[in-house]
């Protein structure tokens, strides 16, 4: 990232191209998974640019003439930006569309001449162009020399450590304390890091829906080892037993994805815990690994869907039926306006930073937490005030070449870098620490010899935070328990709506349906794991219960997640897809079954949104049902399936009842209220 960073920089600079510091924010924002990744992500970032840039002017020339409709098109572009950001299903897209935007509406307000600003759009695509190739090239180049998986190579390290420390444990000797330290600074981190990436990546939603399951019980895994740690206890030799077993299905999964494999399913058995809940536990969510990963052991069920429907490349499948992108954009929009509003009437257009601070703030503040917003203005100060105005009195004077600025210019970057890639916690003030030190040193061809222009940018990024802190948590914003409590809440609901299986008789629409509901699904999962980490950062009266509540929601999540993709896989046989083909009485069946499954789903989301631990007896009623309903199943399919198919529909089936019923019997017995 300080490589490419500082080449596009250098080239900006010597050949006075404008947009320096626009440039160089691609360097540090554009993702960065694979090669093939990285091709496409410039591919991406070329098309929206030149097509945004097609938009402005297109737009711009029906109401530059006139204020009030100038005024209506600044406020319509600012909610599309917004709505890019949180719709959009490519992270890259996101990026330009809305760099693109920052660059214009600022500019198109200059009382210049026409032909001056259309110049200006097209330079900035120019600078676009230079950024693309420069960041295309070093990423290509450290592929070649570093190639991996930044997700298995994330999932591996943390298998590695908790396999490490259970294998002490099961040999009846005490961690040695490299082990326990970096479990500990795993735990720590937690899966944030590997949740951005994957929400930042190209890869597909069937691999990313998964992974993102991997990830989080990979990361429930290391959580509860890590609680091992805490318990002072001597192991007898039935416990080093399960430990043993438990160390070696982590080598054994470890082995699979490190050969690109799905790892084999994995049993233990059950027996007394004298530590509590911990090894069942921990043997519970060792054993989901497996089968969320799609085992081939049950056959061609998990096969993804066929793509009846053409997939969109920019806009996530429920971009239009999920009111939160909405939602989102509306506060978004009124934070920016409201910067623009302020500017202008003030006329001080030095501050216009703020709307650009705004929209480049959106881009890594879904799901932040509130407390997080501290994090931002530090950055700002640090960035703008300390190294950007610290460099035009202490350092700038002395330097006399751009091969000193280069040096100040690599610091500077190379701080942010580290911070934006460690823990999310940290990412915001990273990114805010390069933002303002671009801005104050990367938008002229000359070192800056007023501090007044230094000033106003650090201003205007400190007003767009402000602005965007009382929008986002003041006027229109939760407790992150209180919105985890909801996402996860609406993630069950929605889950329910895919277990009822198909509501229209035309195949492709109900294709379309299942996918826009996965992408919800995912989408409030990623909200509930981003808000949980929120919730460490909240203080008041409520904290032990938000605390507890978000206990025990990470560890329902693991299973809603494995829920989620074995009714995904049962989606064939709903939707009867060729090869899936169920005889009537057996399809009737089938849709009972999920018809009553869909009913506790909702019951259980009840419950949580309500907190009625009356409902606790509906999930008792249902768990009797493998004696009946999932047994005249299984029944059925074995008279009129062949063998392998029969077995696989059977194993699917009990695994979702499996897992519905642990799950409705762990949330029915809880009783935790946040207000």
Known sequence: MVIATTLVMIVCMAYRIPYAWQAATYALLVSRESSRSTIKSAATILFVTVLSTTYILLSIH??????????????????????????????????????????????????????????????????????????????LAYLRWWPGSEILSSIDERLSAAHDLLSYYSKGCPADPPTEQKLLRLGSLG??????????????????????????????????????????????????GRLHNIATALAGIRYAFLNQRIPARIQFDSGEDPVGPLLGELEQVVSLI???????????????????????????????????????????????????????????PGISTAVTTCLLTALSTIGASHQKQILRIAGAIVGGFGIGMGAQVFILPDVDSIAGFIV?????????????????????????????????????????????????????????????WLVFDKLWG???????????????????????????????????????????????????SAQADGVLFEFGP???????????????????????????????????????????????????????????????????????????????????????????IAAEASAQLPAGRAQSLTSLLRGIHNVTTALASEIMTRQVVTQ
């Open 62 to 139: 029906l109401f530059i003439n006139n204020p009030s409709l100038h005024f209506v098109w600044t406020i319509v572009t600012l909610f599309v930006a917004f709505f890019a950001i949180t719709a959009q299903r490519n992270y890259v897209a996101a990026v330009a569309f809305v760099n693109t935007v920052c660059i214009a509406i600022p500019l198109w307000d200059r009382h210049l001449s026409a032909e001056a600003n259309v110049e200006d759009m097209l330079r900035l695509c120019l600078a676009v162009l230079i950024a693309v190739a420069i960041t295309s090239g070093v990423e």
């Open 191 to 240: 899966a944030s890091v590997s949740r951005r990436t994957l929400r930042r990546s190209n890869y597909s939603p069937d691999y990313v829906s998964v992974m993102a399951a991997v990830s989080g019980l990979v990361g429930r895994v290391v959580d509860l080892v890590g609680a091992l740690m805490e318990v002072k206890v001597d192991w007898t030799a039935k416990d080093q």
């Open 290 to 348: 497996p089968l969320v990963c799609l085992s081939p052991q049950l056959g061609d069920e998990y096969a993804p869907l066929p793509d009846h429907l053409p997939q969109s490349t920019l806009l996530a499948l429920d971009a239009f039926t999920n009111r939160e992108h909405v939602r989102f954009a509306l506060k978004g929009c009124l934070a920016a306006s409201t910067c623009y509003v302020i500017y202008n009437a003030i006329a001080w």
């Open 408 to 468: 100040l210019f690599v610091f500077a970057t190379a701080l942010s870098a580290w911070f934006l890639t460690s823990s999310p916690r940290l990412s915001y003030f990273g990114i805010q620490v390069a933002l303002a030190f671009y801005l104050v040193h990367l938008q002229e061809f000359t070192f800056q010899n007023s501090l007044a222009v230094g000033r106003d940018r650090v201003v205007g990024i400190l007003l767009g935070l402000f602005v965007m």
């Open 478 to 528: 939760e407790l992150a328990a209180v919105e985890m409590r909801a996402a996860f809440s609406s993630a069950v609901r929605s889950l329910a709506q895919l277990a009822k299986g198909p509501v229209s008789r035309d195949i492709g629409d109900e294709i379309g349906r299942s996918f826009a509901l996965r992408e919800t699904i995912n989408a409030n999962l990623d909200k509930v």
């Open 542 to 632: 409520s904290r032990e219960r938000d605390l507890q509540l978000r206990t025990y929601v990470r560890r329902w999540q693991s299973q809603l997640r494995a829920l989620f993709l074995m009714r995904i896989a049962l989606q064939k046989y709903r939707l009867q897809l060729p090869g899936f083909e169920l005889p009537e009485l057996l399809r009737v069946q089938l849709e009972r079954y999920d018809s009553d499954s869909a009913r506790l789903l909702e019951e259980m989301a009840d419950w949580i949104e309500r907190n009625e631990p009356q409902l606790t007896d509906r999930g008792e009623v249902f768990a009797e049902r493998p004696d009946t309903t999932v047994d005249r």
